[in-house]
């Protein structure tokens, strides 16, 4: 299925992805695990969900480019100051929410291009 994200489903998204960020690391910070990453359970759930509902290539591949710089750019800059754990859960989040709203805002705009080159 290829339609639009709409904004409370990103908004519904981008909470998921920060609860499982913030459960994971929880976790994974109670059981001294830093060799273990939350973020590829994040990632395949959000394949799972472009796959299943959206499957607009450019914005996947858009989203995923923006998400990857957010998330490698904000663990060097946050891990000094908060530690591995924290920096770690707060790039995650971010970096997921970052691919939600781009994803939304690139479906969106091909789909209002879309439908006015439609009239």
Do not use: K
């Not at 939350?38 to 796959?51: D, H, K, S, T, Y």
């Not at 499957?55 to 663990?75: C, D, E, K, N, Q």
């Amino acid at each position: 299925m290829n339609r639009s994200v709409s904004w409370s489903e990103a908004a519904f998204v981008a909470t998921a992805c920060w609860a499982v960020s913030a459960l994971g690391y929880g976790v994974i910070a109670a059981l001294d695990e830093p060799q273990l990453s939350v973020a590829p359970l994040i990632g395949l759930g959000l394949a799972q969900w472009f796959w299943a509902r959206h499957r607009s290539w450019f914005a996947a591949v858009a989203a995923g480019l923006a998400g990857a710089v957010v998330l490698f750019g904000l663990v060097d800059i946050l891990r000094p100051e908060l530690g591995r754990y924290v920096a770690d859960a707060l790039s995650t989040g971010a970096a997921a929410t970052v691919i939600v709203a781009v994803l939304t805002l690139v479906e969106r705009g091909r789909g209002h291009r879309d439908r006015a080159a439609d009239r």
